[in-house]
């Protein structure tokens, strides 16, 4: 499907950049993956659609691959990491593919795809490092310049580098002009570190963006980068995290840590984006409601828009009900309030009330604990969680 690219007004005001996003998660799998497993389903023969398929995957891949196999006629079986979201493998399993979770992570995976997929005598669908999948993958980018024929520069998450070698090749052929960016987390720097030399795996981390967390950047597809890439941004977790919850809240849409790696870039780079028009994929959505929450409640506190504080009052009738009047004189919204009496820190006459409030910013924080300790109150503020 060529999914929409659109102008974010908010997001440019915020970047300082023109940035139009291409909304990939709207895909039926929710990420760009379908494109390239598409392309190279429609290119096996009689005998191999027969036989059946096997692929590796933490998700995204997984499905797109179990989807147009199923739309197809053509047996699937996908291999899946230890640790992927529990979401992706049970959308990968609806799609009729059988999966098999073994692995601890994307490499050992991989390795187990391999051997499967010879010993049943399946076509192996690697994820990125295959020149058909390239090839599907680089149809966005085509689309993109289809849709902002002035763009100067493409911004676009790094995994195994299937993606973005796509769309280099499309962009190049076009425009070669054109600026073309990768971004990898800094937990999994796998492009980045293959074209400084170093072939080492990249250590197992955390990450949100696991759609990203290749320990090792493909053969083909680093040769591609090499060629055909301007540079490469590591991006921090915290900027990730952001990305996501800022698509959340003004573009109204779920987005996937790996899926928002580009926002994060720009976010974490103003400088290397100010004044450009800027086009960057959201990649995929397909990311676990707990995680998505999280995020977002994250990013209340770091904005400052959730606090906490303690505050003692004397244990008598009205003084919770004094205090929460004045917050809500303050326009402080309550969140949540426990009262402690058995503290040892205070006077048996006392107690603690432990506070959060939702707020409209950390100024705002400020004044409302002003306005407290102008009615006597004495609150000390902590940490959230």
Not at 180 to 193: D, F, H, K, L, W
Not at 241 to 267: D, F, H, Q, Y
Not at 285 to 296: F, H, P, Q
Not at 315 to 328: I, K, M, R, V, W
């Amino acid at each position: 499907m060529n999914t929409p690219c659109v102008l974010s007004q908010t997001l440019s005001a915020i970047t300082g950049c023109e940035l139009y996003l291409k909304f990939e998660n709207l895909q039926f799998t929710a990420s760009f993956k379908e494109r390239g497993a598409l392309n190279r389903l429609l290119l096996l023969d009689e005998d191999q659609r027969r036989a059946g398929v096997c692929a590796m995957s933490a998700g995204n891949h997984a499905q797109g691959v179990a989807y147009h196999a199923r739309r197809l006629g053509i047996p699937a079986t996908i291999v899946m990491p230890n640790g992927t979201p529990l979401i992706k493998i049970n959308r990968t399993r609806d799609h009729g593919a059988e999966v098999i979770v073994a692995g601890a992570n994307l490499n050992e995976a991989l390795a187990i795809a391999r051997i499967s997929a010879g010993d049943a005598g399946l076509t192996f669908v690697h994820p990125y490092d295959d020149p058909a999948v390239i090839a599907g993958q680089g149809t966005i980018g085509l689309e993109m310049l289809g849709s902002v024929p002035r763009a100067d520069t493409i911004v676009v998450p790094i995994g195994g580098g299937g993606l973005i070698s796509g769309i280099a090749i499309a962009v190049r052929a076009i425009r070669p002009d054109v600026r073309i960016i990768g971004v990898q987390s800094e937990t999994y720097p796998s492009m980045a570190r293959a074209l400084a030399g170093d072939e080492d795996p990249c250590p197992d981390g955390l990450t949100i963006a696991e759609g990203i967390a290749v320990k090792q950047a493909g053969v083909l597809t680093r040769e591609i980068v090499r060629q055909y890439v301007d540079d490469i941004l590591l991006v921090e977790e915290d900027s990730i995290e952001r990305a996501v919850a800022l698509l959340l809240s003004v573009e109204k849409t779920v987005v996937e840590g790996a899926g928002a790696a580009g926002l994060a870039a720009i976010l974490q780079y103003p400088d290397v984006f100010a004044g450009r028009t800027v086009v960057a994929p959201l990649t995929g959505g397909n990311i676990d409601l707990r995680v998505l929450s999280s995020v977002a409640m994250r990013e209340l506190v770091r904005s400052g828009r959730l606090q906490r504080f303690e505050v003692p009052v004397s244990d008598q009738p009205g003084a919770l009900s004094t205090l929460t009047g004045l917050l809500g004189e303050g326009g402080a919204n309550i969140v949540d309030v426990a009262h402690d009496r058995l503290s040892l820190t205070f006077n048996p006459k006392r107690a603690v009330l432990d506070v959060v409030i939702e707020l409209q910013d950390r100024a705002h924080g400020e004044q409302v604990l002003e306005l407290l300790r102008c009615h006597g109150f004495a609150p000390v503020p902590r940490a959230v969680g």
